[in-house]
């Protein structure tokens, strides 16, 4: 009979316990005796209740830091929206002040005012960014999903950022745009946005002589878009953070201060809001290749 009493006891110590494994925090056994089982089944109870209010305390601080990160977000948004209003009327004095200049200003005034347009508009790229990062954070960024000629983007950013590319650091930009692609479902204007903020970075990080290629094909219910570049590559170490806002790594990229260090940051930001996905392959010393895969829109499939 003793037996007996010991046996259901340690199955009920058994059941317990894999209801606790399963995610019942309230499981308790009760306890009978004086004997080891009963200390066994007492260190039990203790154990799942300090394990349900450190749950229960980790949970609390997850929802606190989730809020306080939603309340940044909807912060940074709203200084960003207010901060564009003063910034384009700045920008819009000072280009007035230099096309109504009498004559040519002075050199070293016409320098000096030449800077302050460049940091503006610095300025202002990097406001519109912080503003569309925000929105896009908190779910409040208006999108227009609707197909997409793919082939068409591929030529259209090509031809904007050849010129620029060649002119001031002898880089090759090139496009391969697979034929009879079928329409990307995504909104327009933001996969240009993505892929020029793509095309970019790779040019910035690309040395004279070297090569960027901007390509398009379609592959399993899905678009492939492809920026790989011969660049400098990307360390190991920082591949998982080139996605954080303001993040810059090592070496070159940390030297580098022409972006605003948004752009890889809305690259994901952006691909993920329209349905897609972003990621990047790199090797230090021989280039980088980013892919976005985008869904394919249904006429399509």
Known sequence: LALRRTTRRLEELVTATSALRAGDLAARVPVTGEDEVARLQ???????????????????????????????????????HELRT????????LESVLAHWDGAPPEMLRQDLEVMASEIERLQRLIDDLFTLSRAEIGRLPLAIQPTDVAALVRRCVEAVAPLAWERGRVEVLADAQAALPPALVDPDRIEQV????????????????????????EDSALIIQVKDTGEGIPSEDLARIWDRFYRGGNARE???????????????????????????????????????????????
């Open 255 to 301: 030297r580098d201060q022409s972006g605003t260090g948004l752009g890889l940051a809305l690259v994901k930001e952006l691909t993920e809001a329209m349905g897609g996905s972003v990621a990047v392959e790199s090797t230090p010393g021989e280039g980088s290749c980013f892919t976005l895969r985008l869904p394919v829109a249904r006429a399509a499939r």
């Open 195 to 218: 892929v020029r903020n793509l095309l970019a970075n790779a040019v910035r990080h690309t040395p004279p002589g070297g090569l960027v290629l901007l390509s398009a094909l379609a």
């Open 42 to 80: 007492a260190d039990f109870n203790a154990m799942a209740a300090e394990l349900e209010r450190t749950l229960r305390e980790l949970e609390e601080e997850r929802d606190s830091v989730a809020r306080l990160l939603q309340a940044r977000r909807e912060l940074v948004a709203a200084v960003s």
């Open 86 to 93: 003063p910034v384009t009327t700045l920008r819009g004095y």
